[in-house]
C-alpha cells in the first residue's frame, strides 16, 4: 500500500531533550516536507527537500534539523524542544511535479512540557 | 509572500443540504494550483479536489465542486448533499512550482454536519 510512515503518533517530552520523528514513504517521491498545525493558523512548513540530500527552509524553521540521507526518509530532529514546539506535526510527500498533491503521514502530536 | 485566508472559522450545515466553504488566495503568479484538504477528527489529511489555475472549467468530484474566479482570487468548495462523514477541518491550499513546491494552507474551516 501506497503510504506515508510516520512515528510516533503521540509523543510527550521535557524541555531540552532531543528528539527524532521519523518519516517514510514507498512511493519513490523526490519531494518530501514537514508541516506543523497550530489552531487558527493551518499548516506551516518547517523544512523541505527536493531530492536527497537536498533540503531547505521553509517558514518555520527555527528550532528544527531535518535530513535527507535517502530517497524515503525524511525524520525530523528537535535538538532542544521548548513548549513553543508544541504542536501536531505532518510529513508529506510528492512526487514533486505540477498538480501533484501532497500524500500526507498520519501526524505526530509533540507536547513539551 | 503567497497567502491564503479562510474566512470562516466554522460553520454548519444540515444533513442533505449544500454547503459553501471560502476560500481567497494572494500571489502575483499567473500559473499555480489550488487544493482543498479534509481533516476528519482521525486528523488524516484527505484531498478533496484540485484546480489548475490555467484551466477555466471548474473542478468536480462527485459532491464537491469548486468556483475558481482567478480575477477575484478565490476558491471556494461546494459541498452538496451533506453528509455525516463530512464533518470535518478543511483546508484551502495554493502551490506554486517556482517556490520549491511550498503548499500554502490557510488557516482551516471546521465544518459540523448536522442530523
Known sequence: EAQVTQNPRYLITVTGKKLTVTCSQNMNHEYMSWYRQDPGLGLRQIYYSMNVEVTDKGDVPEGYKVSRKEKRNFPLILESPSPNQTSLYFCASSPGTANSPLHFGNGTRLTVT | ?115
Not at chain 2, 48 to 75: C, D, G, H, L, P
Open chain 2, 1 to 115: 509572500a503567497q497567502t491564503v485566508t479562510q474566512s470562516q472559522p466554522e460553520m454548519s450545515v444540515q444533513e442533505a443540504e449544500t454547503v459553501t466553504l471560502s476560500c481567497t488566495y494572494d500571489t502575483s503568479e499567473n500559473n499555480y494550483y489550488l487544493f482543498w484538504y479534509k481533516q476528519p477528527p482521525s486528523r488524516q489529511m484527505i484531498l478533496v479536489i484540485r484546480q489548475e489555475a490555467y484551466k477555466q472549467q471548474n473542478a468536480t468530484e462527485n459532491r464537491f465542486s469548486v468556483n475558481f474566479q482567478k480575477a477575484a482570487k478565490s476558491f471556494s468548495l461546494k459541498i452538496s448533499d451533506s453528509q455525516l462523514g463530512d464533518t470535518a477541518m478543511y483546508f484551502c491550499a495554493f502551490m506554486n512550482l517556482n517556490y520549491g513546491q511550498n503548499f500554502v494552507f490557510g488557516p482551516g474551516t471546521r465544518l459540523s454536519v448536522l442530523p
